[in-house]
T-cell receptor, first 112, second 116 residues
Framework: DVKVTQSSRYLVKRTGEKVFLECVQD?????MFWYRQDPGLGLRLIYF???????EKGDIPEGYSVSREKKERFSLILESASTNQTSMYLC???????????FGSGTRLTVV | AQKITQTQPGMFVQEKEAVTLDCTYD???????LFWYKQPSSGEMIFLIY??????QNATEGRYSLNFQKARKSANLVISASQLGDSAMYFC?????????????FGSGTQLTVLP
């Protein structure tokens, strides 16, 4: 089975901290995605990557950046965490030739 | 305009009954795919069913079926013979094939509660 692993299940960070959320997939998937999930809003796309070092903004990129130096790893970076970034963050990956998307188990981030 | 609309924030159904979760979508892309995911309280996203825009027949997977009405741009999920374990959040999502990475766009979700 394809696995997408998010390094932390729960995180608590202070306002202004730089935060790294890590996502690793083990099936050589080309496309990787970061979403945030908020009640009543569903999942909203922050950034995605369709190849190593390639990234594109999603619908809500403000306050975030990403890094994809290796194919298996896609990192989401909060340069200066703010309380409105308290949310559930979900990583997903997909091969370029299938409709199969695999999601990680999510990171619940609280910024205090 | 919202690309995916789920108008039912919460739904209740009696165990063993069937339930329909509504989803409408908006796209000008002739090639697209529609998905339903289940998210239990544990948070994992579980893929349920997929329908391609060119598929002639409605998709079915066990107790799940997708009622695809292309002209109305609707893709409702039907769960037959509901079970207590079906209680979860359900998301409808769309992939448009003109995009570079073919990302999924999600609706706001429907919280389904199955009553004993």
């Amino acid at each position: 089975d394809v696995k997408v692993t998010q390094s932390s299940r729960y995180l608590v960070k202070r306002t202004g901290e730089k935060v790294f959320l890590e996502c690793v997939q083990d099936m050589d998937h080309e496309n990787m995605f970061w979403y945030r999930q908020d009640p009543g809003l569903g999942l909203r796309l922050i950034y995605f990557s369709y190849d190593v070092k390639m990234k594109e903004k999603g619908d809500i990129p403000e306050g975030y950046s990403v890094s994809r130096e290796k194919k298996e790893r896609f990192s989401l970076i909060l340069e200066s965490a703010s309380t409105n970034q308290t949310s559930m963050y979900l990583c997903a990956s997909r091969t370029g030739v299938s409709y199969g998307y695999t999601f990680g188990s999510g990171t619940r981030l609280t910024v205090v | 305009a919202q690309k995916i609309t789920q108008t039912q924030p919460g739904m209740f159904v009696q165990e063993k009954e069937a339930v329909t979760l509504d989803c409408t979508y908006d796209t000008s892309d002739p090639s697209y795919g529609l998905f339903w995911y289940k998210q239990p309280s544990s948070g994992e996203m579980i893929f349920l069913i997929y329908q391609g825009s060119y598929d002639q027949q409605n998709a079915t997977e066990g107790r799940y079926s997708l009622n695809f009405q292309k002209a109305r741009k609707s893709a409702n999920l039907v769960i037959s013979a509901s079970q207590l374990g079906d209680s979860a959040m359900y998301f409808c999502a769309m992939r448009e094939d003109s995009g570079s990475a073919r990302q999924l766009t999600f609706g706001s979700g429907t919280q389904l509660t199955v009553l004993p």
